[in-house]
């Protein structure tokens, strides 16, 4: 089993920086894939970045590529978001997710999720 708990979120303006946390609990995180998703009020959940368990491959949605970075450290059992320059339409509740299977953390079809953290960005 995997627990996912985020941190990180908060209200911000319009250019600027957040960086969201995942921390993990469980001996076999560093062996997962992992992401983020997003949902905004009124949508259906979309996919943001994800990671694979080595840090060798990478990927963003179109939306923020440029602008938000995944990482991981796997000694601290926890992934990273980095969201720099951030958009109105960033808002959303950020949703970290994790599973063997990286084609399952990239469908949005992962055996782990947290809770979410809020992000709201003010124009």
């Known amino acids: 089993q995997v627990q996912l708990v985020e941190s990180g979120g908060g209200l911000v303006q319009a250019g600027d920086s957040l960086r969201l946390s995942c921390a993990a609990s469980?001996?076999?995180?560093?062996?997962?894939?992992a992401g983020w998703f997003r949902q905004a009020p009124g949508k259906e959940r979309e996919f943001v970045a994800a990671?694979?368990?080595?840090?060798?491959?990478?990927d963003y949605a179109d939306s923020v590529k440029g602008r938000f970075t995944i990482s991981r450290d796997n000694a601290k059992n926890t992934v990273y978001l980095q969201m720099n320059s951030l958009k109105p339409e960033d808002t959303a509740v950020y949703y970290c997710?994790?599973?063997?299977?990286?084609?399952?953390?990239?469908?949005?079809?992962?055996?782990?999720w947290g809770q979410g953290t809020q992000v709201t960005v003010s124009s």
């Open positions: 469980g001996r076999t995180f560093s062996s997962y894939a």
């Open positions: 990671l694979s368990w080595s840090s060798s491959v990478r």
């Open positions: 997710a994790a599973s063997g299977a990286w084609s399952r953390v990239r469908a949005g079809d992962s055996s782990y």
